[in-house]
């Protein structure tokens, strides 16, 4: 018999599309994916070399649970530097990926009882993460029209006693929107007067257009400070998802209980990804301007050519690298017997029929949405959005 936990939570939506487009890949059908969430770029070299130069200097045992020191400290420096935040080294934790950070605050800070207030449409991990800890996710519905940003009014209709905490994502996946200042002023307004944290993933920080600036939260004043947990890691800002690096930054103390957790489940994060993390934050960093600039190039494509889709709107976004566009108005449309009735119905029949993988809005909480990655090249997405445009066309209205 399974615990009950298990019977609360099912598998990432976004890596089981993703892992259906691989084994239709594998079988030999030509899919073009807008499903994964990372980069297609390489790790950059000198990164890589830096890890071939730990393994032969041997540095490949345990480390310090949390990190080592000179990772933390190379983090502190990331922090200062680009989001006017200065942290000790207690207040530092590395991890296996970000999301393994977001992990450990849900261990440290979330129990029955508690309610952890999520923005909707939302990154698939933040419910279950909250569900696997005995605590009730909340969910604030945002909206098209107001950029999918939280309103502050319905932000506070949500706060109760059992408020523990917010999980706030600027640039968002899915939607790509990002917070301006008097938003998150208002927000951090919030969690101050009712004492919950707010757990910030700033993981598509460095994955802003159009001059726009990334404000962290906790960099208002020393009370949201307390309040905040910044959570970021290597893996989408380098191309380097598959190394597993991820950090929070926040109060000692729940940086610290975070350390215990991690001490008795996975203990130190790999050793040789460490000291190339290392080398990722203090080496040159002039490989993500090229990345920034492809990213960019992409969107704008991409964005435009859904928006002359029939039946599809999109907002252009404004970090990360996924369109979220609005999918309601093919709603109801059929091809044969089938119809086409919500966002899972038109993803599969886009992944069936034009062998085009891409998730379901649903999946993030908003039926009326899809969302495309557009970390793939600007061939695949070309020919990826004719045959989008193309099958759609099958359609014939059943209403
Ligand atoms: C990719 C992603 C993460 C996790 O990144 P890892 O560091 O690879 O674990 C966290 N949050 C969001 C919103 C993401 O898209």
Redesign the pocket.
Known sequence: MLADRVKKIKPSATLAIDSKAKAMKASGIDVISFGV??PDFDTPEYIKEAAVKAMKDGFTKYTAVGGIDSLKDAIREKLQRDNNLTYAREEIIVS???????YNIAQALYGPGDEVIIPSPY?V?YPDQVLLNDATPVFVKTFEDDSFLIRPEALAAAITKKTKALIL?SP??PTGMLYDRASLEKIAELAVKHNFYVVS?E??EKLVYDGAEHISVASFNSEIKARSIV?N????SYAM?GW???YAAGPSDVIKAMTNIQSQSTSNPNSIAQKASVAALTGPQDFMSAMHAEFDARRKFLVGQLNTIEGMTCRMPAG?FYAFPNTSGIYGRKFGDRIIANSNDLALYLLEEANVALVHGAAFGDDNYIRLSYATSLDGIQRGVERIRETLGNLKDGR
Do not use: M, P
Not at 233 to 236: A, E, N, Q, R, V
């Open positions: 969430g990372e296996c990926g970000a999301k393994h950070s977001l990154w991990s994502n968002s996946n993933d993981i598509y959570v890691g290597l893996s989408k998802t597993r690096i991820g990360a």
